[in-house]
């Protein structure tokens, strides 16, 4: 097997079918490297992962700090807080600064789509994406495809349903992205006011209903709902979203009977999912944390060379 | 005799268009005659070969940000003014966002001993529609045009207010001065980086609909309608604006308009690399909207080009894309974008001479022309002069242009203003 192309994982837009089913068989390799009692092997020893998180997160930060750790890389992780941002450090010269000390890859969280595009402009480490604004997060999007491929056995085919704010989920983005390159169908679900205008030509599907699409869906995707959004007119209340977008036991009947539930963090239960479905049979939630871990290792492994 | 300009294409458009000879004595016409191309001049007067040049009426630039007072790190009156010669134009209308603000007789008897001073382009101010353009009363416009203000604006910030902008078009009916219109509704645009569409959803940027431009365009006419007061539209940028004017000036209101070459030559999907010398307001819209825009100006819709020249330094522009300032410049590339609409086929030469010169004079009520007893500024173009833009060799002081890279056909070779010449191509 060749290594990887791609110097940086800036979205999935620019990754091949073939490179992702790289980046999986590789995280499949990675995964056994956790269940093992000690879990480290010394494969990135030497190598330095910076971490610059300007949005919270805390499955993402401490998935990418577990997987630099399970591979002997040492890692720091910088938040805004205890950045040099917080006194009016831009960008660019925080991370210019941090490459003076030589780092082999630096991962960033940013609140403004395209900053790690940005970086990767003016940096020499690798840049990875741990989310850019509304734009893309695509090792959720990676992580996400190892789940379904290793529950179904195939993505090619499979009808994956998003439900909820689409317009402003990196999530949603990555993941119509990602599927589609699989060969997998999308269709996106939410109240209006939260479809961005040209959602259409990504190719996915708009379904108003989420009651009439859910059937249709071997793969349900519930997108966190963020409680500030009122403040844009996009919804008048949670009580409303949830009992029209919200997915609940009543609701899960009309889906398949081998249908995944899935769902990226935080939840709100009692939102957008319930807890008796968050905690159900189908839902497959943990286990997309725990490929996280390893796609995350696959992504370090590879952008450092590895094959 | 001071100057002769020997053997170009004179086109002063609705006077003459032909080959001729230019005569300029005192800083004026003295005599256009058809014809000529040789002869012997004396030896003091000085002779400028313009056989296969265009010679026109010096061109205007309806709206430019110089950022003097107060941001000179971006641009100052007189590098403005440099570049503004270099681009072609004699004269530039310059814009009343500064800090302070133009929006009293001092700042705008300042600007113009600056532009005294630099030796340049003209300049004309335009004075702020609001003290501190905080769009909660009116400045002194009578003031101000007797401090030499041509036309009031808040641009940069759209008068939200409905009852200020019709109190504004009415008293500068008054103080006989235009007003010219920032169009955008600033709930609708709010947080905004580029145009709402695909590509927006695509790169996850927040977008800008077009109806926060239209929207606006539509009160601003129906406003103009009921007060008989001048208005001209800035950086007219959607098609649906394009179309209310055309109706509008069918009905016989008052109205003029501009667009600016970036809207007239990139859409949208310019920006997919998040470069932030792709982002200005009102943003990069889509292929229909400029295809829309150059219709108009072909068609007498749009009356004038316009660059809005809006310098900035790194410090703005060298951040995340959602962050980085709106604005680019254009006073060095405006003519040679107008000029490839012209080898596009899209407008005539004596139309962009209207666009570029006559039209904007009109609007701001300027002597224009080249015809005996005019004021002597004049514009050379070499119509296939090809060149790459290179922002490094820009009198402007700054470098924030979509275009660094481009090849282009046709810029403006010599730049005369009141007999003297301001700019040679080859100095």
């Known amino acids: ?307 | 005799m001071d100057l002769i300009i020997r053997g170009g294409r004179i086109i002063d458009p609705g006077h003459f268009d032909g080959e001729a000879d230019l005569y300029i004595n005192e800083g004026r016409i003295a005599a256009l005659k058809p014809g000529g191309g040789t002869g012997e001049a004396e030896k003091s007067v000085k002779v400028i070969a313009a056989r296969g040049k265009i010679v026109a009426p010096g061109l205007i630039d309806l709206h430019v940000h110089l950022r003097e007072p107060g941001e000179e790190y971006k641009e100052t009156i007189a590098s403005g003014c440099r570049a503004a010669v270099a681009g072609g134009f004699t004269a530039v209308c310059a814009m009343p966002n500064t800090h302070p603000p133009n929006d009293c007789a001092q700042v705008t008897e300042f600007i113009l001993e600056r532009a005294q001073s630099a030796g340049a382009a003209r300049v004309y101010p335009v004075a702020a529609i609001s003290p501190g353009l905080a769009g909660k009363g009116l400045t002194p416009f009578y003031e101000l045009a007797a401090a030499g203000a041509v036309a009031f604006t808040d641009d940069g910030l759209p008068v939200a207010n409905s009852l200020l902008m019709r109190r504004a078009l009415e008293y500068a009916r008054g103080a006989g001065c235009p007003v010219i219109a920032h169009c955008e509704d600033p709930l609708l645009s709010a947080d905004g980086a580029m145009n709402e569409g695909p590509t927006a959803t695509r790169l996850g940027l927040r977008g800008i609909p077009n109806v926060a431009e239209s929207a606006m365009v539509q009160r601003d006419i129906a406003l103009a309608g009921l007060t008989g007061g001048k208005l001209h539209l800035a950086h007219v940028s959607t098609r649906e604006a394009v179309d209310a004017i055309r109706i509008a000036k069918s009905q016989g209101v008052a109205v003029t308009a501009e667009a600016a070459p970036h809207h007239f030559t990139l859409d949208d999907e310019a920006v997919c690399d998040y470069d932030p010398n792709m982002k200005m307001y009102p943003p990069l819209r889509t292929a229909a909207d400029r295809d829309a825009i150059r219709q108009g100006l072909a068609d007498g819709t749009i009356d004038a080009i316009a660059s809005d020249h809006a310098p900035h330094s790194s410090i703005e522009k060298q951040l995340e894309f959602d962050l980085a300032a709106n604005g680019v410049i254009g006073l060095e590339t405006s003519l040679p974008l107008a000029l490839k609409l012209v080898h596009d086929g899209v407008l005539s030469l004596p139309r962009l001479v209207e666009l570029m010169a006559c039209h904007p004079a009109r609007i701001i009520g300027v002597p224009c022309g080249l015809q005996t007893g005019m004021p002597a500024d004049i514009t050379i173009i070499d119509p296939d002069a090809v060149f790459t833009v290179s922002a490094d060799n820009f009198r402007s002081q700054s470098r924030n242009t979509p275009f660094e890279g481009w090849t282009l056909k046709g810029r403006a070779t010599t730049t005369i203003v009141a007999g003297r010449v301001v700019f040679a191509l080859d100095d």
């Open chain 1, 1 to 307: 097997m060749g290594g990887m192309r791609h110097k940086h994982i800036l979205d999935m837009a620019s990754l091949s079918d073939a490179d992702i089913r790289m980046i999986l068989d590789t995280a499949v390799r990675m995964k056994e490297i956790s269940r093992r009692p000690i879990k480290k092997v010394p494969t990135l020893r030497g190598k330095t992962v910076v971490q610059f998180f300007y949005e919270p997160s805390t499955r993402t930060k401490s998935s990418f700090d577990l997987a630099a750790k399970r591979l002997s890389a040492d890692s720091l992780s910088f938040s805004k807080a205890t950045s040099s941002a917080v006194k009016g450090e831009t960008l660019l010269d925080t991370v210019q600064n941090i490459e003076a000390m030589q780092p082999d890859v630096i991962i960033i969280r940013h609140g403004s789509a395209g900053a790690p595009h940005f970086l990767a402009h003016h940096c020499e480490a690798s840049v990875i994406n741990a989310g850019d604004g509304m734009h893309a997060h695509p090792t959720q999007a990676l992580l996400d495809l190892m789940t379904v491929r290793e529950k179904m056995g195939r993505l090619r085919g499979l009808d994956l349903l998003i439900v909820g704010d689409i317009a402003h989920s990196r999530v949603a983005r990555s993941n119509i992205v990602g599927f589609q390159k699989m060969g997998a169908h999308v269709t996106v679900c939410g109240p209006p006011t939260m479809m961005p205008i040209g959602i259409e030509q990504m190719g996915v599907k708009v379904a108003p209903s989420l009651d009439d699409a859910i059937g249709g869906a071997d793969v349900i995707m519930m997108l966190r709902i963020q409680k500030e959004r009122q403040a844009q007119f996009l919804m008048p209340d949670e009580r409303e979203y949830a009992a029209v977008f919200g997915l609940n036991l009543e609701r899960l009947q009309k889906a398949s009977d081998d249908v995944l539930i899935m769902h990226p963090g935080p939840m709100n239960r009692g939102v957008e999912i319930a807890p008796e479905v968050a905690d159900g049979p189908y839902a497959v939630i943990l286990e997309q944390v725990t490929n996280g871990v390893a796609v995350r290792m696959a992504l370090l492994y590879l952008v450092l060379g590895g094959k």
